[in-house]
């Protein structure tokens, strides 16, 4: 079968503009379709667009019997150009339909499918990310990726109107950022580089010109976990503030989220019945909870852990169940379990001005008061076994004036995926990339 050429013709409504209003009115529409209902001399062909999807209704006596021959041949995800009429009709979805009076066909799709893009035939997760490009046309995966649009452009919106310049940091770095060996080398000439964890150092010099900045981009984790939570490369969103201390950040963290759950109610609510999700409602200002209130909350749940420990998975699954549907802040956190740029309360203080912010049990942000000082910043290093030649081009900043400042980053991913519920992270991602999955 030879495609049609697209020609002169040009969409002038999207499917979800076609309403009974528009009774009569002649219309050009572009599209896949998803589903064909051939009943012999009744053919119902629905049409989906970025927008929705319309009933074209297809019958001996109201079309061309060319027409009629070609809508025949057609298959689910073939792309269509359709010009044809409104009809207003109330045993039609939506109580309208087209009545097709041209038809190109523009794209063949071939058969079987990997899988059923309606989303009605359920698939395992590897077969949906093999066949990513058609798992996105399911409903569900549409709504997902809108809600995500909505959450980035609130973030974007606050952010700006808060008074933070969105910049742009390298990708491709000299050494790390939080230390440790998660980090994949690269080549780079003649040079060995690594792909950026964070920006967190160049956020913090930024903020000595800028005063408050934020980035939202993509980072790397060479990490082995291969969870429903954890992907080697995922979006972070990153503030840095001067001036400021971990409480002043931990507001601007709740007073994000509130507009962020208040824009996704007014917004997406129909992507919202897609996925059968209810957002929270959330009160100002949110819970908190020191380090040692939430190791006593464990071992009153009869969770066996020591303070001074990190809080492993199986620490953060209790915590999610005894704090069910709920934005929480956990702070005053062990020096020893945060990254060596994090500030201690005092010299000889084991807490430090650090914090987590978490829905149920997941972390969603990490965040706190940066250490000011470039004494203290060199001790901090050796500390966790660094070497402070390696960070000579991070801490010469500190001899140009360095204020006192603090900031976070919010795993973007892991946001969408608490509030929409999702059991699997990668379900909230378009590529994603893990220990396994290196396409498509």
Same mark, same amino acid.
């Given at each position: 079968?030879?495609?049609?050429?697209?020609?002169?013709?040009?969409?002038?409504?999207?499917?979800?503009?076609?309403?009974?209003?528009?009774?009569?009115?002649?219309?050009?529409?572009?599209?896949?379709?998803?589903?064909?209902?051939?009943?012999?001399?009744?053919?119902?062909?629905?049409?989906?667009?970025?927008?929705?999807?319309?009933?074209?209704?297809?019958?001996?006596?109201?079309?061309?019997?060319?027409?009629?021959?070609?809508?025949?041949?057609?298959?689910?995800?073939?792309?269509?150009?359709?010009?044809?009429?409104?009809?207003?009709?109330?045993?039609?979805?939506?109580?309208?339909?087209?009545?097709?009076?041209?038809?190109?066909?523009?794209?063949?799709?071939?058969?079987?499918?990997?899988?059923?893009?309606?989303?009605?035939?359920?698939?395992?997760?590897?077969?949906?990310?093999?066949?990513?490009?058609?798992?996105?046309?399911?409903?569900?995966?549409?709504?997902?990726?809108?809600?995500?649009?909505?959450?980035?452009?609130?973030?974007?919106?606050?952010?700006?109107?808060?008074?933070?310049?969105?910049?742009?940091?390298?990708?491709?770095?000299?050494?790390?950022?939080?230390?440790?060996?998660?980090?994949?080398?690269?080549?780079?000439?003649?040079?060995?580089?690594?792909?950026?964890? &964070?920006?967190?150092?160049?956020?913090?010099?930024?903020? &000595?010109?800028?005063?408050?900045?934020?980035?939202?981009?993509?980072?790397?984790?060479?990490?082995? &976990?291969?969870?429903?939570?954890?992907?080697?490369?995922?979006?972070?969103?990153?503030?840095?503030?001067?001036?400021?201390?971990?409480?002043?950040?931990?507001?601007?963290?709740?007073?994000?989220?509130?507009?962020?759950?208040?824009?996704?109610?007014?917004?997406?609510?129909?992507?919202?019945?897609?996925?059968?999700?209810?957002?929270?409602?959330?009160?100002?200002?949110?819970?908190?909870?020191?380090?040692?209130?939430?190791?006593?909350?464990?071992?009153?749940?009869?969770?066996?852990?020591?303070?001074?420990?990190?809080?492993?998975?199986?620490?953060?699954?209790?915590?999610?169940?005894?704090?069910?549907?709920?934005?929480?802040?956990?702070?005053?956190?062990?020096?020893?379990?945060?990254?060596?740029?994090?500030?201690?309360?005092?010299?000889?203080?084991?807490?430090?001005?650090?914090?987590?912010?978490?829905?149920?049990?997941?972390?969603?942000?990490?965040?706190?008061?940066?250490?000011?000082?470039?004494?203290?910043?060199?001790?901090?290093?050796?500390?966790?076994?660094?070497?402070?030649?390696?960070?000579?081009?991070?801490?010469?900043?500190?001899?140009?004036?360095?204020?006192?400042?603090?900031?976070?980053?919010?795993?973007?991913?892991?946001?969408?995926?608490?509030?929409?519920?999702?059991?699997?992270?990668?379900?909230?991602?378009?590529?994603?990339?893990?220990?396994?999955?290196?396409?498509?």
């Amino acid at each position: 079968m030879m495609n049609d050429d697209l020609g002169t013709w040009r969409r002038t409504h999207y499917t979800n503009m076609i309403t009974p209003n528009l009774d009569g009115a002649k219309v050009t529409l572009f599209g896949w379709v998803q589903e064909i209902r051939d009943l012999g001399n009744l053919i119902f062909v629905n049409l989906r667009d970025k927008e929705g999807v319309i009933q074209i209704t297809v019958t001996t006596k109201n079309t061309d019997a060319e027409v009629f021959e070609k809508i025949r041949k057609l298959a689910r995800e073939f792309v269509i150009g359709v010009n044809g009429l409104v009809k207003k009709r109330d045993e039609a979805p939506r109580g309208v339909e087209i009545l097709p009076q041209e038809i190109k066909i523009l794209a063949l799709a071939n058969h079987p499918l990997p899988l059923d893009p309606t989303g009605r035939v359920p698939a395992e997760i590897d077969v949906r990310l093999d066949a990513r490009i058609l798992d996105l046309r399911c409903p569900e995966s549409q709504a997902i990726f809108k809600i995500r649009h909505e959450i980035v452009s609130t973030t974007r919106r606050v952010l700006s109107e808060t008074g933070h310049l969105e910049i742009h940091t390298p990708r491709i770095i000299a050494a790390a950022a939080e230390g440790g060996a998660s980090l994949f080398p690269v080549e780079y000439f003649e040079e060995t580089a690594y792909l950026a964890q &964070s920006p967190e150092l160049y956020k913090e010099e930024l903020i &000595s010109v800028f005063e408050k900045v934020y980035e939202i981009g993509g980072f790397f984790r060479a990490e082995e &976990s291969h969870t429903r939570r954890h992907l080697n490369e995922f979006i972070s969103v990153d503030v840095e503030e001067a001036f400021v201390n971990v409480n002043d950040v931990m507001r601007l963290q709740e007073e994000l989220i509130f507009h962020i759950l208040k824009d996704i109610k007014n917004k997406c609510s129909l992507q919202l019945d897609t996925l059968g999700v209810k957002i929270p409602t959330i009160e100002l200002p949110l819970k908190r909870y020191t380090y040692s209130q939430v190791i006593d909350q464990l071992k009153n749940n009869d969770f066996k852990i020591e303070w001074g420990e990190d809080l492993s998975t199986p620490a953060c699954r209790v915590l999610g169940d005894i704090h069910h549907k709920e934005f929480y802040f956990i702070d005053e956190w062990p020096t020893k379990t945060r990254p060596f740029y994090i500030k201690p309360r005092s010299d000889k203080n084991e807490l430090c001005e650090a914090f987590d912010f978490m829905y149920e049990w997941i972390e969603i942000t990490s965040g706190g008061s940066r250490v000011d000082d470039p004494n203290q910043l060199i001790n901090r290093l050796r500390e966790q076994g660094l070497n402070p030649e390696n960070f000579d081009f991070h801490l010469k900043t500190y001899y140009y004036g360095m204020p006192p400042h603090a900031g976070w980053g919010m795993g973007l991913d892991r946001l969408v995926m608490a509030i929409l519920d999702r059991d699997n992270i990668r379900d909230v991602v378009l590529f994603p990339r893990d220990r396994v999955r290196l396409k498509p």
